[in-house]
């Protein structure tokens, strides 16, 4: 089973539409989880953290479920320049490695 | 903001070769990783460097490789003899702690090896 998982899309949605991500990983003792973006050959970069209570941000709302081990994103009222790669992205704890997953892709059109 | 910077955006080497790839971490921050990502995959841990050592590295992160802080603001990657394979994208990252928050990422160098 692969570390972190996710759909590799992409995801084709129009402008203004809500589109969600879904994440799974496979370590328990993961201790943090993050959503970072990714745009095409350029440095990922922290959109936001995952708290178990799940949290927002803006547009975005992200959510953990540790008994399932599912981390997911939520982005509402998609803008084109929301067109990314996202990236679900776990830290095992040990000196902040992170994992990464392979990214879903998303193009917003008009 | 203060931001990660690497040097060379792109380095172009000959099988074989060494390449060193550099990285001025946020001034504060006191914990510095590389990562690198080759063409259509995802990002991989190679390193992770705290107070003057190595305190992790992946399987990736063979005895061709080596890290460095030279003089208390560079931080270095050092690729021996370049393979074909290491041809990838490096990215430097540092954190001032190890827990909670996630890490900011410099813009990369491009390395290409012929």
């Known amino acids: 089973r692969k570390e972190v998982e996710q759909d590799p899309g992409p995801f084709n949605v129009p402008e203004g539409a809500t589109v969600a991500f879904n994440c799974t990983y496979s370590n328990s003792a993961s201790q943090s989880f993050f959503w970072y973006r990714q745009d095409c050959r350029k440095e990922p970069k922290l959109l936001m953290s995952?708290?178990?209570s799940g949290n927002e941000d803006g547009r975005f709302t992200a959510q953990l479920n540790r008994a399932s081990q599912y981390i997911s994103l939520l982005i509402r009222d998609s803008k084109l320049s929301d067109s990314a790669t996202y990236l679900c992205?776990?830290?095992?704890?040990?000196?902040?490695?992170?994992?990464f997953g392979t990214g879903t892709r998303l193009q917003v059109t008009l | 903001e203060p931001e990660v910077t690497q040097t060379p955006s792109h380095q172009v080497t000959q099988m074989g070769q060494e390449v060193i790839l550099r990285c001025v971490p946020i001034?504060?921050?006191?914990?510095f990783y590389w990562y690198r990502q080759i063409l259509g995959q995802k990002v991989e841990f190679l390193v992770s460097f705290y107070n003057n050592e190595i305190s992790e590295k992946s399987e990736i992160f063979d005895d061709q490789f080596s890290v460095e802080r030279p003089d208390g603001s560079n931080f270095t990657l050092k690729i021996r003899s370049t393979k074909l394979e290491d041809s990838a994208m490096y990215f430097c990252a540092s954190t001032v702690r190890t827990s909670g928050g996630g890490v900011g990422f410099g813009p990369g160098t491009r390395l290409t090896v012929l």
């Open positions: 992205v776990v830290n095992t704890g040990t000196a902040s490695k992170l994992t």
């Open positions: 995952v708290y178990s």
């Open positions: 001034s504060n921050h006191l914990y």
